[in-house]
């Protein structure tokens, strides 16, 4: 667990000094028709920085995971979309929602199999 959170902040810290403002993790921040829910994100670095470890931790696990699994987290990350989406711009559901994906990721990671 602690190796997955100190990446995905490495990377986070990375992504963040490294891309333009105009982007958060998981869309074009410039593009004209932003939903609600984007709009939002790209307005507050908080959010922005959320999505992109979200994303980053996703794009990690992906990497470890096996083809069921990893379409079984796919298929709950499109769930998770459409109740982002249904935040609207209300900056705490949106918070909120990362939050409760980003423990569903650390759980995915904490459940892995390893090697002995």
């Given at each position: 667990?602690?190796?997955?959170a100190?990446?995905?902040?490495?990377?986070?810290?990375?992504?963040?000094?490294?891309?333009?403002?105009s982007?958060?993790?998981?869309?074009?921040?410039?593009?004209p028709?932003?939903?609600?829910?984007e709009?939002?994100?790209?307005?507050?670095?908080a959010?922005n920085?959320?999505?992109?470890?979200?994303?980053?931790?996703?794009?990690?696990?992906a990497?470890?995971?096996?083809?069921?699994?990893?379409?079984?987290?796919?298929d709950?990350?499109?769930?998770?979309?459409?109740r982002?989406?249904?935040?609207?711009?209300d900056?705490a559901?949106?918070?909120?929602a990362?939050?409760?994906?980003?423990?569903?990721?650390?759980?995915?990671?904490?459940?892995?199999?390893?090697?002995?």
């Amino acid at each position: 667990m602690q190796r997955l959170a100190a990446l995905a902040t490495l990377t986070l810290t990375a992504l963040t000094l490294n891309a333009p403002s105009s982007l958060a993790a998981s869309f074009d921040c410039e593009k004209p028709e932003l939903a609600p829910d984007e709009k939002a994100i790209c307005d507050n670095r908080a959010l922005n920085d959320a999505d992109v470890k979200m994303v980053t931790t996703f794009d990690l696990l992906a990497g470890l995971l096996a083809m069921g699994a990893r379409g079984t987290m796919q298929d709950e990350q499109s769930a998770w979309l459409k109740r982002r989406q249904a935040c609207g711009s209300d900056v705490a559901c949106i918070r909120t929602a990362y939050d409760e994906r980003l423990k569903q990721l650390t759980d995915i990671y904490n459940n892995l199999t390893r090697p002995l």
